[in-house]
């Protein structure tokens, strides 16, 4: 299995195909593009029939072997079967079993119509982030150890992605995380979930400024190409590919977990933001799995609701967008989204790089077929499965109250925006399945405005706040910035 950039042409500096390992570590091609499969594994009815039953960690490695070629069966195996434990993900609610590690509840059954939670959310860090960042440090580790080199981490979170990704590379050789964070604007609980990490490899900086101080640190020390080849610097945000193939596993396992035969289709719907998990289950459709819908959901801050309404893609200014009850799909623009649309236009990697140029000089483009548009693209959109909606605040409170008052469960802000959108693409004879991206508990000041009264923590989160926190604050300065990382690299 080879990769190729979506922008890569004749001359661009990343015309040569990549293998797995040796994308793994990095983020964007050389060229700018996102990596891609040269071309899509496909699954038989054969292997769909024998996946069915599979422990999860199995599933995973049948999956991620088609995709890391380069790397030895037993490696791969030894690694899915280490992250994949009922213990790892072992924040199930009491009725759901950990074992499942992505467990399926059906909400309602009428009239040939069936909604379907997949909880995603069970994790270390109560995200579903945790489902592919946890083996993203498995892998990292594996392949530090295999070329005796090491990596520094170093980014910035608003919550739930800075959280997922320290607790996935705690303790592991070879990697240390540099998370930079807005001083005092996290919730209280976020805050205690990072700052409680008392791991000698993990340096939390609150940084006295607002989220976008933190990514412009991030960006000035990135830009400086020799620091931060000398301090090995890396990221491990939403555009690495290994990350993009462990979410893959769970639109297979949902699939077979919510049927009995391959001729049975479901849909599901996916609380959206950067395009990363939904961009997965699109992967997983074009490897051949009986997916009817894709939907789309995204909040206030709509670019993708809007692009699979109208075939125009926008994104917006950073000022443009709203800070919402539903904070980790608060995107400008979605970074995943040049994948699907490198498809959507064919696999032509001049024409996907022509078109993300302009969103950097004209803020983006439109494949509608009008008369002024860049192509006519959009008409195809719809082979591809993918429809869209969009969810604001009082839907979403709405939503979790319906949720708890007909189902019985309390459920999040992110997947309260899924489950409304999600009954608006139902079809009889096709199962919907919501994935649930977080626990309510991540976000109880929701929760109580919509229920009044706070959720629920799951066992040994009860006390979080009151833990011990280990973090330096700093100002917003970059040379302070470098002076910190390189006294702690030891590079
Ligand atoms: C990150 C996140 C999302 C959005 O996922 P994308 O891959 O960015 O589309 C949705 N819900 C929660 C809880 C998240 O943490």
Known sequence: MQYVSTRATSASASRNPETFSSILLGG????????????????????????????????????????????????????????YTADVYRNARAEESASDITPLRTLEEEGGRKLVLQALSNGPTLAFKDMAMQLLGNLFEYALAKNEDELNIFGATSGDTGSAAEYAMRGKRGVRVFMLSPAGKMSPFQTAQMFSLQDPNIFNIAVEGVFDDCQDLVKAVSNDLSFKARHKIGTVNSINWARVVAQVVYYFRGYLAATTANSQKVSFTVPSGNFGNICAGHIARMMGLPIDKLVVATNENDVLDEFFRTGVYRVRKSSETYHTSSPSMDISKASNFERFIYDLVGRDSERTHALFRKVETHGGFDLSGGPDADGDEFRRVGEYGFVSGKSTHLDRLETIRMVADDYGIVIDTHTADGIKVAREHMTPGVTMIVLETALAAKFNETILEALGTDAERPAGFEDIESLPQKFVLMRPNVDEMKTFIAAHTGL
Do not use: H
């Open 28 to 83: 964007l091609a050389p060229d700018g593009g996102l990596f891609m499969p040269a071309e899509y594994p496909r699954v038989s009815g054969e292997e769909l029939n024998a996946w069915r039953k599979l422990p999860y960690a199995e599933l995973a490695y049948e999956i991620l072997r088609k995709f890391a070629t380069d790397i030895p069966d037993a490696d791969i195996k030894a690694l899915t079967a280490k992250t």
